[in-house]
């Protein structure tokens, strides 16, 4: 399926066009039809001569209802602009182009309709030389009369060609679905509908909208029921968990997580533009919203949305003057996530940056700005973060879901050195550093990459704690000769663990107890029973020489040692399977 939108001055016969083509009434609206004039976006379809499926989003043509026309020519990759013969150019023709040529739209056919009251080739001639001013370019022309039927045969076949030529969508990526019209269908509930730009929307789907997220109970497009419905294509979606009053135009329906949503981007103009309001109406896809100005030099504003949006580098967005009501700029995002600007000169600078700026982004670019950051945050930006890519830049380390700009990388590892040497030269005791303090000494964006930081630094992660494999805590003289006689007693008698006033007479205090531990010279089990590493092995060749299965009063005795030792020694042979526990009081050696 294609979708094609219309423009062109109100009473140009834009709606009688669209029904002619496809025998379906696209106003609506009981209003419109007393009037005599679309107010609001009708939508119609049919099938041309190659079988393509098109559909049309019919939009209002006067000047009050800008609006409502944007909304539907937003999400359009592809416009039939339409003149009448008898009247000629109009001041709303000149509006609607203004808005094609901001959106960057390249894909179009001109329309002259009326052309049995009166002769089109001056309108052929005036609106072809209009339209090749524009983004539009040189487009095929077609005369026609919707009254007659005349043209009509010729302006399908151009349709068909128009179509053939249009870009092939993305249908496999993440969907991003603007909203043009909610409404309650009695017995089905929510529906929504819209142009589907990207991605395949299927029945069970979650998506998000806003901040909730609601399940698609079922799919339609062309009227027809479908199990799944991929871009580009007019779709109306049943939607489960949420009011049709609680959906509005310019609600966005997304896939969960994939899209950055941002109130602040920064955008190149398609014009450069004298005097900017403080304020503008941005219109991109459905949506309109307010935004606040701060100038980047001649070509490059940072817009600041009333409401956030989901919005990457490429989308293409039109600016209005809500005063005058007129079409002021386009402009293309450039940056979805754009750095602060907090110092004196910072906008100035950030507009040199963006000066040839086009939309399209560049990982390696991207990543040195910021230092680092997360793979999906990088997809949902709109780069392309693929083994390829990645294979093919000496610019970015990749660990685990961070992409880390090399200079970066080494920037941690060496701040991660330098902040180890100065908690051991601070503290000979404890020389190491917890993970989180190693994180916020060196700057490091996770506590996920520290061991890695700490292996490029050529450091030693052990225990939860990083330091320099050749550094070992220093306890003092006094610590140390206490310590080496406790050990040398524990050799004589392993299973004898000193109470606390033996610790304090040693001169082992809880610091230098815990440093004593982490070295691997001491273990602790469970009630602070302190140990020699090697009194499990000596404390199994013991047991095993009991009868079997043996009592803990047994064990007690054989390894002449108390309770307050034996049980939480017992418990750790039994944790590392060495011993089973058989009932409340037996135990037996694993053979």
Same mark, same amino acid.
């Given at each position: 399926m294609r979708v094609i939108a219309t423009a062109g001055h109100v009473d140009h016969g834009k709606s009688a066009l669209v029904r002619a083509l496809t025998g379906i009434e696209p106003d609506r609206w009981e209003e419109e039809h007393r009037r005599g004039m679309t107010i609001d976006l009708g939508y119609a379809w049919t099938t041309l001569a190659s079988g393509e499926e098109l559909a049309f989003v019919d939009v209002p043509g006067h000047q009050r209802f800008i609006g409502n026309m944007l909304a539907g020519l937003g999400p359009a990759p592809a416009v039939l602009f339409v003149v009448a013969a008898d009247e000629g150019w109009r001041q709303q023709s000149g509006e609607h182009l203004a808005a094609v040529d901001a959106l960057g739209l390249r894909h179009g056919l001109l329309v002259v309709t009326r052309c049995d009251l009166a002769d089109p080739a001056a309108a052929l001639e005036d609106a072809a030389q209009r339209l090749a001013a524009s983004s539009l370019g040189a487009c095929q022309a077609v005369a026609v009369s919707a009254r007659t039927g005349e043209g009509l045969a010729e302006l399908r076949a151009a349709l068909d060609r128009l179509v053939s030529r249009l870009p092939d969508p993305v249908t496999g990526g993440r969907v991003r679905l603007w909203v043009d019209r909610s409404f309650t269908i009695r017995g089905s509930g929510t529906v929504v509908t819209g142009t589907l730009g990207e991605g395949t929307i299927a029945v069970g789907d979650q998506l998000q909208l806003g901040r909730e997220t609601v399940r698609v109970r079922g799919v339609q497009s062309l009227g027809r029921a479908r199990d799944s419905v991929s871009a580009v294509a007019r779709v109306a979606v049943n939607l489960r968990g949420v009011g049709a009053h609680e959906v509005h135009r310019g609600d966005v329906l997304l896939t969960p997580g994939a899209w950055p949503v941002t109130s602040s981007v920064d955008? $190149? !103009?398609s014009r450069v533009v004298e005097r900017l309001p403080a304020s503008l109406m941005v219109h991109v896809g459905t949506v309109g919203t307010q935004a606040r100005v701060r100038p980047l030099g001649a070509e490059a504003l940072r817009l600041t949305t009333t409401a956030p949006l989901p919005l990457r580098a490429g989308d293409r967005m039109i600016l209005r003057d809500p005063g005058a009501q007129h079409v002021l700029a386009g402009a293309t995002v450039v940056d979805a996530d754009p750095p602060p600007l907090r110092r004196r000169g910072a906008a100035a600078r950030r507009g040199q940056e963006l000066a040839?700026?086009?939309g399209s982004l560049d990982l390696g670019r991207e990543v040195a700005r910021r230092g680092a950051m997360l793979r999906q945050d990088a997809v949902a930006l709109g780069l392309a973060v693929d083994d390829d890519t990645l294979g093919s830049t000496d610019s970015i380390v990749r660990e685990g879901d961070w992409l880390i700009s090399v200079s970066t990388w080494h920037g941690w590892a060496d701040a991660l050195r330098a902040a180890v040497r100065a908690q051991a030269a601070r503290d000979? !005791? /404890?020389? &190491? #550093?917890t993970l989180e303090a190693a994180r916020v000494a @060196?700057?490091? @964006?996770?506590r996920v990459l520290v061991p890695p930081v700490a292996n490029a630094a050529g #450091?030693?992660?052990a225990g939860g704690r990083v330091g320099a494999p050749e550094v070992r805590p220093r306890l003092g003289d006094r610590a140390e000769a206490g310590l080496r006689t406790l050990e040398a007693r524990l050799r004589e008698e392993p299973f004898a663990a000193p109470e606390r006033p033996? #610790? /304090?007479a040693a001169g082992l205090g809880t610091r230098e107890v815990a440093a004593a531990v982490r070295t691997g010279r001491l273990i602790r089990f469970e009630g602070d029973v302190l140990l020699l590493p090697s009194s499990p092995a000596r404390a199994m060749q013991v047991l095993a020489r009991l009868p079997q299965p043996f009592t803990t009063s047994q064990a $007690?005795?054989? !390894? +002449? &040692?108390t309770r307050r030792v034996v049980i939480p020694l017992l418990e750790h042979l039994d944790g590392r399977g060495?011993?089973? $526990? !058989? +009932?409340?009081?037996?135990?037996e050696v694993r053979r």
């Open positions: 955008v $190149r !103009l040839h700026a086009n000979p !005791l /404890e020389p &190491t #550093l @060196a700057g490091v @964006a996770d #450091l030693h992660v033996d #610790l /304090e $007690r005795q054989a !390894l +002449d &040692t060495w011993t089973r $526990r !058989l +009932d409340g009081s037996h135990r």
